[in-house]
């Protein structure tokens, strides 16, 4: 069992940066694979990038690949989502999620057993 909470989210203009923070507790994040996803109003959970520590394997969505960089500090137990040159279309709820590590099947959000409630996200234009 682990327990996410997200942090760092906030208002921002375009080409803005925000880093966010996933903190974990209950369990070390280098017994799972970590992901991000993000819901805009009115749409769909999406995945927005992956990391599996102990393969040393990271994955983005074509939508930020280039601008966002996911990392993970295991002396703390946080994941990080930095997030540069922000766009309008980036403004989201921001949820942190955790779960077994799948090789091909990450970007799928049943994939994961735990998440956070979700910080937001803001880009102005």
């Known amino acids: 069992q682990v327990t996410l909470v997200e942090s760092g989210g906030g208002l921002v203009q375009a080409g803005d940066s925000l880093r966010l923070s996933c903190a974990a507790s209950?369990?070390?994040?280098?017994?799972?694979?970590v992901a991000w996803f993000r819901q805009a109003p009115g749409k769909e959970r999406e995945f927005v990038s992956h990391?599996?520590?102990?393969?040393?394997?990271?994955n983005y969505a074509d939508s930020v690949k280039g601008r966002f960089t996911i990392s993970e500090d295991n002396a703390k137990n946080t994941v990080y989502l930095q997030m540069n040159s922000l766009k309008p279309e980036d403004t989201a709820v921001y949820y942190c999620?955790?779960?077994?590590?799948?090789?091909?099947?990450?970007?799928?959000?049943?994939?994961?057993?735990?998440w956070g409630p979700g910080t937001q996200v803001t880009v102005s234009s």
């Open positions: 999620e955790a779960g077994p590590y799948t090789e091909n099947t990450y970007y799928r959000i049943d994939e994961y057993d735990f």
């Open positions: 209950g369990r070390p994040f280098s017994d799972y694979a």
């Open positions: 990391l599996s520590w102990s393969r040393g394997m990271t």
